[in-house]
T-cell receptor, first 109, second 109 residues
Framework: GESVGLHLPTLSVQEGDNSIINCAYS??????FIWYKQESGKGPQFIID?????DKRQGQRVTVLLNKTVKHLSLQIAATQPGDSAVYFC????????FGKGTRLHILP | SAVISQKPSRDICQRGTSLTIQCQVD?????MFWYRQQPGQSLTLIAT?????????ESGFVIDKFPISRPNLTFSTLTVSNMSPEDSSIYLC??????FGQGTRLTVV
């Protein structure tokens, strides 16, 4: 069948630098947000989540920021490593999970 | 955490035929979710499967095309019926918004 061209935005980051991946969500009623990492040939992997009553949450090398005023979510990855190469999806939940379009992260040596 | 085994991992099928995808979870879960991921795109929820009741389908997906079984709390199947090349996608099952199977890469020829 016809294949759809890849249209994921791409972010290229030097190894060791910090990465910031941004996402805009659509539903102001969403109360829960998740970032996933999807490596080639695998299903999405949960990275970090945040509830709507928070604006920042930190994990191991990752931080999620939530700005409900402008409906914006970001994922910060500290000291980016080659193993961070993947597609990153944000997702929002109201009564179900809705995935964003995704960003492909390339790590430059 | 939950470990999800999904099979087959990939298949190439003739148009007009049907394929049943199996999803096994290593723990009992109330809700299981089936997603479709078209080439280079994000994930779209097909349906939510609760044990003991009919699956709930999202807009654009119907039971005749994607029948789902949920015979117990650890297992579900998704059938892609009367396939056409447009059904070529990755199909994934998920539990708890956080855990995904590896996906089934389906190519219809």
């Amino acid at each position: 069948g016809e294949s759809v061209g890849l249209h994921l935005p791409t972010l290229s980051v030097q190894e060791g630098d910090n990465s910031i991946i941004n996402c805009a969500y659509s539903n102001s009623a969403s109360d829960y947000f998740i970032w996933y990492k999807q490596e080639s040939g695998k299903g999405p992997q949960f990275i970090i989540d945040i509830r709507s009553n928070m604006d920042k949450r930190q994990g191991q090398r990752v931080t999620v920021l939530l700005n409900k005023t402008v409906k914006h979510l970001s994922l910060q990855i500290a000291a980016t490593q080659p193993g961070d190469s993947a597609v990153y999806f944000c997702a929002e939940r109201d009564d179900k999970i809705i995935f964003g379009k995704g960003t492909r992260l390339h790590i430059l040596p | 955490s939950a470990v999800i085994s999904q099979k087959p991992s990939r298949d190439i099928c003739q148009r007009g035929t049907s394929l049943t995808i199996q999803c096994q979870v290593d723990s009992q879960v109330t809700m299981m979710f089936w997603y479709r991921q078209q080439p280079g795109q994000s994930l779209t929820l097909i349906a939510t499967a609760n044990q003991g009741s009919e699956a709930t389908y999202e807009s654009g997906f119907v039971i005749d095309k994607f029948p789902i079984s949920r015979p117990n709390l650890t297992f579900s199947t998704l059938t892609v019926s009367n396939m056409s090349p447009e059904d070529s996608s990755i199909y994934l099952c998920s539990v708890d918004d956080a855990f995904f199977g590896q996906g089934t890469r389906l190519t219809v020829v």
